[in-house]
T-cell receptor
Framework: NAGVTQTPKFQVLKTGQSMTLQCAQD?????MSWYRQDPGMGLRLIHY???????DQGEVPNGYNVSRSTTEDFPLRLLSAAPSQTSVYFC???????????????FGAGSRLTVL | AQSVTQLDSHVSVSEGTPVLLRCNYS??????LFWYVQHPNKGLQLLLK??????LVKGINGFEAEFKKSETSFHLTKPSAHMSDAAEYFC??????????????FGIGRKLQVIP
């Protein structure tokens, strides 16, 4: 199994450009999420989805858009890139266990984005 | 609201000596707790998890953690550090939120340096 696949691994953008980070999982996980990782700040949740057609905002959603048309895919769109969006982005997925507390997140390898 | 505090700004140990990475949490519920490890330029990998079973949890690569409710702690330990343990470690708390889904909060992470 491939697990969680993210593309691209590296990307350089100019301010104002748009782009999409791709995320795909082959584990039939209901829950998918996007995080950004910045030095000294840990991982912060951008958007998440609990199933196809259902998305919601996380802690830092501004400037990002998501959609979930299939169980497998959860792309993250940067609408108009800004230098503050320079970061490493991680996609993660898990089974959704209500109140179970037992979900384990499976992470992709990350996408390093630089906005000039 | 839940939160995670990872103490110690930077942890440096000699190879073969014990490792201690501290984590304290706050939660309104009986949470699930996790430790993840991130090696350089990689995604995050689960080390171990606590989900209200045994309070002493054993994980991969010889790591273990003990859940202490009275101290709201979940410290990560290993008896003898190996060079391959040099990585960043994240403590994570998971609670059910008001919608019945799992709300996940990451600590800011701590880098472990292993000196030969």
């Amino acid at each position: 199994n491939a697990g969680v696949t993210q593309t691209p691994k590296f990307q350089v953008l100019k301010t104002g450009q748009s782009m999409t980070l791709q995320c795909a999982q082959d584990m039939n996980h209901e829950y998918m999420s996007w995080y950004r990782q910045d030095p000294g700040m840990g991982l912060r949740l951008i958007h998440y989805s609990v199933g196809a057609g259902i998305t919601d905002q996380g802690e830092v959603p501004n400037g990002y858009n998501v959609s979930r048309s299939t169980t497998e895919d959860f792309p993250l769109r940067l609408l108009s890139a800004a230098p503050s969006q320079t970061s490493v982005y991680f996609c993660a997925s898990s089974y959704r266990g209500v109140y179970s507390g037992a979900n384990v997140l499976t992470f992709g390898a990350g996408s390093r984005l630089t906005v000039l | 609201a839940q939160s995670v505090t990872q103490l110690d700004s930077h942890v440096s140990v000699s190879e073969g000596t014990p490792v201690l990475l501290r984590c304290n949490y706050s939660s309104s519920y009986s949470p699930s707790l996790f430790w993840y490890v991130q090696h350089p330029n990689k995604g995050l990998q689960l080390l171990l998890k606590y989900t209200s079973a045994a309070t002493l949890v054993k994980g991969i690569n010889g790591f273990e953690a003990e859940f202490k409710k009275s101290e709201t702690s979940f410290h990560l330990t290993k008896p003898s550090a190996h060079m391959s343990d040099a990585a960043e470690y994240f403590c994570v708390v998971s609670d059910p939120d008001s919608g019945g889904y799992q709300k996940v909060t990451f600590g800011i992470g701590r880098k472990l340096q292993v000196i030969p």
